[in-house]
């Protein structure tokens, strides 16, 4: 058996977490690979929308099991309270979900240092979603971080404490006031509820599984823009969101590797700063936002709108070898007389498709016009009913990219969903 993977090939929330719980019945395992709590996965059903920030988008499916990765970074005080929130008995999420011992932890010190670092950006700030994220993988790589196994080591407390001492050394270099106990009683508080959940050698889990024939989907946060080597640095977040990210996540190879499942807007958004070159700061930008409810699930800041990003899209399918294209939004779009995509950039009077190593507000998108849809499509439920000029603007997407689009979304409930036959 093969894993596959779903993930964002844009800056974020394009609507994995819709997307995963509504492939999550044809799934065994749901496994989320890296990024932390700067998630916020939006899924609907019964008229109740549920985000999640940690825990995998299969976990409303009674018959899964959901699995946090190694790759990811784990905020104990955020997964108790979002445990909490789900609305399922605790006992029963305790049997849907297992965590790797070596997720990495965030520590009270990294929101702090986080926030910290941010003040200290001034007009640059990278627009962090302030939940540690920065900080936690900085000390994975720089060997001083804490992992969910070692919560139950005897001298937890005496390593937590060390690490505590070497972030406050830090922090004192930034002149910035906080409030160290509100952090630390909540985080605790969860590393207690941790505690009762079934902490896993995941690597060996996966194999075990993959091999006794169940079906895995790993599911990404994040987007390909927002990924540490291949977004735009440095406004962008600090683990691999791409598919190759899932391999180190998950401790799978290459070869293990099935569909690539990438998931795309029919236009942009970006939360937090960072260059955006088909960015609308109009009222077209405006409407996108409020038809589309464009605002953070984790921050709840408006998201930055703009035109589809061809240039962008292609970048991302070639970095991810993505498979299938699944196109969602599709109805915010709806009544816009003509759409715009950007097929090229022009950058000092030179037309190009790729991106270049510097995004600046030198680059001048180049669009093509499309003829837009008029009708409500959220009632649609097979392809071929859909709008002709949405299924021509599909085929132009199809024909641009060589990828072919297999589901489109024309909701948000996981009921809003055409998988094209
Ligand atoms: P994620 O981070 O990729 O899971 O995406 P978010 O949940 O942050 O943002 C996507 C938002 O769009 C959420 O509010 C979803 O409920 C909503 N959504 C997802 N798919 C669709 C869709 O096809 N149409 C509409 N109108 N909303 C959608
Ligand atoms: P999902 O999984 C959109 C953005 C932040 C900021 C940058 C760095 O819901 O798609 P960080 O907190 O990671 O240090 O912030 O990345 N960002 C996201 N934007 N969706 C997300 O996740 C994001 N996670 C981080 O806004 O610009
Ligand atoms: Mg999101």
Known sequence: MKIDILLGLQWGDEGKGKIVD??????????????????????????????????????????????????????????????????????????????????????????????????????????????????????????????????LRDNFMEIYKKTLDYHLNMVRSYNFSFDLAEFEKGWFEGVEILKQFTLVNSEYLVHDLLNQQNRILAEGAQGTLLDIDFGSYPFVTSSNTISAGACTGLGVAPQQIGEVFGIFKAYCTRVGSGPFPTELNNSTGEKIRKTGAEFGATTGRPRRCGWLDLPALKYAIMINGVTKLFLTKADVLSGFEKIMVCTAYRINGETTDQIPFEIDANIEPVYREVEGWSEDISSVREFDKLPSSLKNYISFLEKETGVPVTMVSVGPDREETIIRQ
């Open 22 to 151: 509504a492939l999550s019945p044809g799934y065994d395992v749901i496994a989320r690979f890296q990024g932390g709590p700067n998630a916020g996965h939006s899924l609907e059903f019964n008229d109740v929308k549920h985000v999640l920030h940690l825990i995998p988008s299969g976990i409303f499916h009674s018959d899964k099991l959901n699995l946090i990765g190694n790759g990811v970074v784990l905020d104990p005080a955020v997964f108790k309270n979002e445990v909490e929130s789900l609305g399922i008995p605790f006992e029963e999420v305790t049997k849907r979900l297992v965590i790797s011992k070596k997720t990495h932890l965030i520590l009270p010190g990294h929101r702090i240092l986080d926030a910290a670092s941010e003040n200290a950006r001034g007009s640059s700030k990278i627009g962090s979603t302030l939940k540690g994220i920065g900080p936690a993988y900085t000390d994975k790589a720089s060997r001083n971080g804490l992992r969910v196994g070692d919560i």
